[in-house]
Structures are given as structure tokens and as C-alpha cells.
């Protein structure tokens, strides 16, 4: 029988977020199992690939009898990563042309991340913000932790408008631990001014990883009748008939996603854009392949 795959639409069906947090991380795991890249196995947090130098008596038999790959069981102090999500909850967020909003893509995403290094023993924060910082939780590694970000994270509701680069700078000088930095947001505001709050993290020794969250009508306009579009920031309100703007649109949605890539290219910044309709298994794989470089 072949397996259901966990889409967004089913997983957001569950009834609480830390059932759907599982759902999806567990649900990962077991493609992983069943992938050729037995590198990211379910030992992932506590192995690394043997080297030049490594001790043999530090070798896991066990694993290599699963994997016939020689891997290294590493010391606690190796596993441990320090996290930070910071997660827009500005109005932007709110848009959904299907079943699930940017926010409600956003707020899964956060909850999966926050459960899978939870269980990796890492320790992870959580920044909410919109125009200003609304909730802040410094980053902590017990089981009793996830409870308290996934409380965070269920009760969330969009705010104000958008302004990250304000939030950034705070938060790069409230952070005072270097680490990993994850935003997840959609993105829309100044996209200089976004940038240069990345990069105060940056030189503040932090790694930085992205998450563009956009839904598939931003990204193609693919109506069929005239619409009449609000700002959800602005309220400003402007009806058009979407296929005499649709090869314009595209390209200009294309090229504001290519200068984000450039921009965070350039400063050493890994940038992942993810439609809203699509599972969270590439989110968190693109999150794995950054511990894995940073550890």
C-alpha cells in the first residue's frame, strides 16, 4: 500500500500543533529511512561520517551494520546547536488563496523545526514579531521547552505591518550567543533594509538560514476573472483583470525572489523559498544539511 504523503492541507487538519509537529517530523524520518542518503538517518544528531584521524574504537558498529557506512558516535558537547526562529506575524501573513494561510504554513514549519531539535537535544528560541518585537523566548534544550514554544507558537494572530529590519537589529543585539538564525517570513518589505539585519548577525558570528513563505498566487497570479486586490498592510484596494498583468506580475515576482538569492548569496546567507502548498520535508532537509555544515 503506498504511503499518504503528509501534505500541508492534511497535516493543518490535525487538531493541535504538537500533533502536527510530530506528524510531520516523524513522517520525515521515515522517508529518510527509506532514502539512499543513509547520512541523515534517524542517528543524525548523534553521528557524524568517520575521517582521517578519527579513532577506530569510537566507530558504531551497530549503525554501520545498517548503513555499510563507518560513522563516529560524537560527545554531547559536538550535538549541541543553539537555534533562534524569529517568525513574522505581520498582516501580509494572513493571505491564503487555498486552504492554508502564509501564517498557518509558517506557524507549522516553526512547530516542526522546534520538535526535531528539541529531540536532537539542541536548544532553540523563538522571536514573534510584526512592526516590533511581540514575544521573545530564549532558547533552552529540555522536553519541557517544546511545550512552552508550541503554547507560543498556537497562539499566534496577525499583527501590524511589516517592518524586519527594526526587529533584526534588536534582536541581533539581544542575542548575545552566537548560533543559527531562522527566519521565516514572506519577505515583503524593504528588501536593503532586510538584508542589512541579516547581516548584523552575521557579524556578530551568527549563521543565518531563511524561509520565503509564498503562497502560489503570488507567485503565478493564476486568476481567471477580474479581482479585486487589498493591501492587507495598507487596506489600499485596486480591481484588475489579473491575465492582462500576468507576464508583467511573473516577472517582476521573479526578479524581487532573484534578488533576495543574490543578496543572501553574497553574505554567506542560505535562502529557501517555500510555496505554501508544498510539504515541509525540503524545510527541514535544507535545515539538516545546515546543522550538519555548522557542526
Known amino acids: 500500500m503506498n504511503q499518504i504523503q503528509l501534505t500541508p492541507e492534511i497535516i493543518s487538519k490535525l487538531d493541535n500543533l504538537s500533533l502536527k509537529a510530530r506528524m510531520v517530523v516523524e513522517g520525515f524520518i521515515v522517508g529518510l529511512h527509506k532514502s539512499p542518503y543513509h547520512g541523515f538517518s534517524v542517528e543524525f544528531s548523534e553521528h557524524r561520517a568517520y575521517g582521517n584521524g578519527d579513532e577506530i574504537k569510537h566507530i558504531d558498529w551497530k549503525l554501520f551494520g545498517k548503513t555499510d557506512r563507518f560513522y563516529i558516535k560524537q560527545f554531547e558537547e559536538e550535538t549541541n546547536l543553539r537555534a533562534n526562529i524569529l517568525l513574522d506575524q505581520s498582516n501580509s501573513m494572513i493571505f491564503s488563496s487555498q486552504k492554508i494561510s502564509k501564517l498557518e504554513y509558517a506557524k507549522m514549519l ?47 494572530k496577525c499583527g501590524n505591518d511589516t517592518q524586519i529590519s527594526n526587529v533584526l537589529h534588536k534582536t541581533a543585539e539581544m542575542i548575545k550567543q552566537k548560533g543559527l538564525i531562522i527566519l521565516i517570513s514572506d519577505l ?15 557579524y556578530k558570528g551568527n549563521e543565518v538560514i531563511v524561509f520565503h513563505i509564498i503562497d502560489y498566487q503570488e507567485l503565478n497570479l493564476d486568476y481567471n476573472e477580474n479581482i479585486r486586490f487589498q493591501d492587507l498592510e495598507t487596506k489600499e484596494e485596486i480591481i484588475t483583470q489579473p ?32 510555496l505554501t502548498n508544498q510539504p515541509l520535508d525540503l524545510a527541514l532537509s535544507e535545515f539538516l544539511i545546515k546543522r550538519k555544515r555548522i557542526l
Not at 245 to 258: G, R
Open 110 to 156: 516553526s512547530a516542526s523545526l522546534t520538535y526535531l531539535m528539541i529531540k536532537q537535544q539542541d536548544a532553540v528560541g523563538l522571536t514573534l514579531f510584526d512592526d516590533q518585537i511581540r514575544g521573545y523566548v530564549p532558547p533552552r534544550s529540555k522536553n519541557n521547552h517544546l511545550k512552552v514554544l508550541l503554547s507560543k507558537l498556537d497562539k499566534i
Open 243 to 274: 491575465w492582462h498583468i500576468n507576464k508583467d506580475y511573473k516577472k517582476s515576482t521573479s526578479s524581487f525572489c532573484k534578488n533576495y538569492k543574490e543578496k543572501f548569496l553574497i553574505n554567506q546567507i542560505d535562502y529557501v523559498p517555500l
Open 188 to 202: 515583503i518589505d524593504n528588501p536593503e533594509n532586510i538584508v542589512s539585519g541579516l547581516k548584523h548577525f552575521r
